[in-house]
């Protein structure tokens, strides 16, 4: 078995509760359901990530089908997340036709609040469960919203790896220790198989913002270097800088926001040998994390290699010396 397959097998049952969750807005809230339904269309995820609580709860119980709701939460969440991010950095296009910016903004609302609350609130489940996994929710926006605030307002001066690291685990690692933890939960697992859950997701959410990150250099868009995001790249090659380059860094990194020629050259040097190297060891450092707290967990051997694959996937290193821009 491969995410992949994991993902085929299960996609039309994640796509039906979703259905099912716009349905239960009622003949009264049409243009909300129209308006979700238009987003989500638009806003498709790249990657099978909706697999991960599925391999959660499969990990624990042996069977991943009670986690498709969180797995359908899961898709509702990152598809507003990401129209959120889009927004924000003025990169958000709406689909062609009458459906507008405003409606996209709402639409993402109810599609990562109201809707997962709901789709929380009809499971059957005991009540603790059920208060439990509207706190992930709850919590999960907070510490994601606060590492994307932190992102925002990066200073590129004083980047290091460390800060970096720190965003990082709060954008990108908050959702995913928030689906993790909440497919634990589902499962049954007692409190600390659920924090270890929690830890996982906030290191894969790392390893999966450094594979985002790569990806954005890769389909030559650069737009992280066109908003000022501070990326681990971008901050390994600030902190192991010479005084002298890295003048010219911070340089070219107030220059990329309008010139193409400033981002060809900042990227030149974000690709240098060196610096890959270093980007690398890291990889591989948060990569051996996450294989170090599935181990601890433990769980059913059917399911656990597919979620190793799925670490080997965000761990990837995608990026070369030589590639064009």
């Known amino acids: 078995m491969s995410y992949s397959d994991l993902h085929r097998q299960f996609s039309p049952d994640v796509e039906a509760e979703i259905e099912a969750a716009l349905e239960r807005l009622g003949s009264s809230s049409d243009a909300a359901k129209n308006a979700v339904a238009k987003l989500l269309q638009h806003q498709k995820l790249k990657h099978p990530l909706s697999v991960l609580p599925l391999l959660v709860h499969a990990i624990e119980t042996g069977t991943p089908t009670p986690a498709v709701p969180v797995s359908a939460v899961h898709v509702l969440w990152w598809t507003s997340a990401c129209y959120l991010d889009d927004l924000a950095d003025g990169h958000a296009v709406t689909p062609a036709g009458d459906f507008g910016e405003n409606e996209a903004l709402l639409a993402s609302v109810i599609s ?22 509207t706190a992930e929710l709850v919590n999960g926006w907070i510490v994601a919203a606060e590492g994307q605030l932190v992102d925002i307002r990066g200073d590129v001066g004083s980047a290091t790896r460390k800060s970096a690291i720190t965003a990082y685990r709060g954008k990108s690692g908050g959702p995913f220790g928030m689906i993790t933890a909440m497919a634990a939960t589902l ?42 995001t501070v990326t681990y790249l971008l901050a390994c090659a600030i902190e192991e800088a010479s005084p002298h380059s890295r003048e010219r860094i911070l340089g070219l990194c107030a220059a990329s926001r309008n010139s193409g020629q400033a981002r060809s050259e900042l990227t030149d040097l ?17 990569r051996d994390e996450a294989y170090r707290v599935l181990g601890e967990l433990g769980g059913d051997e059917d399911y656990l290699p597919v979620l190793r694959q799925l670490v080997d996937l965000s761990a990837q290193m995608l990026l070369q010396g030589n590639l064009p821009h």
């Not at 990562?112 to 996994?133: H, K, T």
């Not at 240098?272 to 060891?281: G, I, T, V």
């Open 112 to 133: 990562g609040n109201m809707l997962p609350i709901q789709i929380i609130q009809s499971q059957q489940v005991p009540e603790s469960v059920r208060s439990a996994l």
């Open 187 to 228: 499962s049954g697992a007692k409190s600390e198989r659920i924090e270890l859950w929690r830890e996982f997701g906030y290191v894969f959410g790392v390893l999966w913002q450094i594979f985002n990150d790569q990806e954005d250099i890769l389909s030559g868009r650069n737009e992280d270097l066109m908003n000022g």
């Open 270 to 286: 974000l690709l240098a040998p060196a610096n890959l190297h270093q980007y690398r060891e890291d990889v591989d450092e948060f």
